[in-house]
């Protein structure tokens, strides 16, 4: 069936703008139209569990609705076949914060809105999408990645942030986020300072660890669906605090400091008022948190963890008997605030699983993640 976008005006046709702001190739709304179902390949990896992500169509119709929300954000959209029908589908963005962060925003998909889509194939849902590009009434288009915010956007005030406190500690409050790089023209997650690259098990690079006999069968039925996200569960309090590139926020009191998560909403609270953990600590994925000032460094020792995972990719768990020191340093000159840590839990693991990651002062303000996955939403439609 062939596509049509109403009133899409074929010569306000503009070029394409890449996440590097570059103009590359002409995009032409009577060409979306006319490719209707043909697929091609892209430059996006892999074939994904929901998504064919190797092969893409092109659509075109008119905005009805927008979820702008975490994990993925939906745009919802009317679609007119050459018979008159209306055919209405649902595309998948980005998670919302992270999309407000790169500047985009709920206006640009108002009700009524025209867009043309080069997208990529739901497995189960044949009215769902993958977005992989989007191209408004005006001819430009932006790529899901694409970086639509100014350079030098940055946060009310952070500018002039004093080094410490009256106390005399640095001063690591306020909010924080994995640093947004471009690497090819494209997006590319996780490539900021400090952050390190995977080895053969998608650890850290340093992580010398080893499943012991109770780690390994553990894992042993592991299944991509368990993942804790897909569930809309924190995974761990390593991975998380950079993953996706969400804000965090950091609030320092004189007795206490409290990591608020941008990514699954782990809050913990870092208590400076404690020489040791308490006997009765209930388990959970945040752990119990105590620490110290030892000179400009904050020393944090975590134990009282839920069992969980350390990695999901490749399946390697902890148990409830994982400790974990931390150990973060603040950089005023630079305005960075980096961690390190060491990870030990001898019944799931030998060795020590050791990490380092850098955030820094946020170009937007925190809020909460807020978990909301739609995935399925269609498919419990109808069955």
Not at 114 to 137: H, K
Request: net charge negative; glycine share 10%.
């Amino acid at each position: 069936m062939r596509m049509t976008a109403g009133t899409f005006d074929p010569s306000t046709s503009k070029r394409i703008l890449r996440a590097t702001g570059s103009a590359l190739g002409v995009v032409s709304i009577a060409a979306t139209l006319a490719l209707g179902w043909t697929s091609s390949t892209t430059a996006h990896h892999g074939i994904t569990a929901q998504f064919d992500t190797s092969t893409t169509f092109d659509i075109a119709g008119v905005v009805t609705d927008l979820e702008f929300v975490n994990p993925h954000a939906y745009v919802y959209f009317d679609v007119t076949g050459d018979s008159g029908e209306v055919v209405p589908w649902r595309c998948e963005l980005r998670a919302a914060t992270v999309l407000r962060r790169s500047g985009w925003s709920e206006e640009m998909f108002s009700p009524g809105t025209e867009i043309a889509v080069v997208g990529s194939p739901d497995r189960r849902d044949p009215q769902t999408c993958y977005l992989v590009t989007v191209t408004f009434v005006n001819g430009v288009t932006v790529e899901r990645y694409g970086q639509l915010t100014p350079e030098d956007m940055t946060v009310e005030g952070s500018s002039d942030r004093p080094a410490r406190l009256a106390g005399g500690h640095p001063n690591i409050g306020g909010d924080w986020a994995r640093p947004q790089r471009l690497l090819g023209g494209a997006n590319v997650l996780g490539a900021g300072p400090g952050q390190q690259p995977p080895n053969a098990m998608g650890m850290g690079m340093g992580a010398s660890i080893q499943r012991t006999e109770l780690g390994s069968s553990a894992v042993a039925d592991y299944e991509w669906e368990d993942n804790p996200r897909f569930q809309c569960m924190a995974v761990n309090i390593f991975a998380d605090w950079t993953f996706d590139q969400h804000v965090n926020r950091v609030l320092q009191e004189d007795d206490r400091i409290t990591l608020m998560y941008g990514f699954m909403d782990i809050v913990r609270v870092i208590r400076l008022d404690m020489d040791e953990h308490p006997a009765d600590i209930e388990p959970s994925r945040a752990g119990y948190s105590i620490g110290r000032w030892e000179g400009d460094e904050l020393i944090v020792e975590t134990s009282g963890f839920a069992p969980g995972y350390l990695e999901t990719r490749d399946a390697v768990m902890h148990g409830s008997g994982m400790y974990v020191v931390e150990r973060f340093s603040y950089d005023h000159e630079a305005g960075t605030l980096t961690r390190t840590w060491t990870a030990e839990d001898p019944e799931y693991f030998n060795g020590s699983y050791i990490g380092e990651d850098t955030v820094e002062i946020a170009d937007i303000a925190f809020e909460p993640y807020n978990c909301s996955d739609l995935t399925n939403e269609h498919i419990a439609e109808t069955a």
